[in-house]
């Protein structure tokens, strides 16, 4: 099975700057991208920022300038360095990898336990 674990998570003040880290662990041939959703209370998960294998990057327009995406391919690592947090970030923040765990498999959305991140005024 494919696991993913996220570390990093806390509260900050508004202003204050987190590091998330999210490693992937268990059988996979191949990851073809991995990023980060979030969800807040009464709100439906949404899309942070992801990355590819190849290094290309997609951000929600409410983190860009802010936020930065980045993996690690050989470890099988994605972080989200979270600069000048406001308190609309605070939300349970999920791990996602699109990835394969055999040649004779398709792609599949694995997803991890969730970090909190609270951002207070």
């Known amino acids: 099975q494919v696991q993913l674990v996220e570390s990093g998570g806390g509260l900050v003040q508004a202003g204050g700057s987190l590091r998330l880290s999210c490693s992937a662990s268990g059988t996979i041939f191949s990851i073809n991208a991995m990023g980060w959703y979030r969800q807040a209370p009464g709100k439906r998960r949404e899309l942070v920022a992801t990355i590819t294998s190849g290094g290309t990057t997609n951000y929600a327009d409410s983190v860009k300038g802010r936020f930065t995406v980045s993996r690690d391919n050989a470890k099988n690592t994605v972080y989200l360095q979270m600069n000048s947090l406001k308190p609309e970030d605070t939300a349970v923040y999920y791990c996602?990898?699109?990835?394969?765990?055999?040649?004779?498999?398709?792609?599949?959305?694995?997803w991890g336990q969730g970090t909190q991140v609270t951002v207070s005024s």
């Open positions: 996602n990898a699109d990835l394969r765990t055999s040649f004779f498999k398709s792609n599949y959305n694995y």
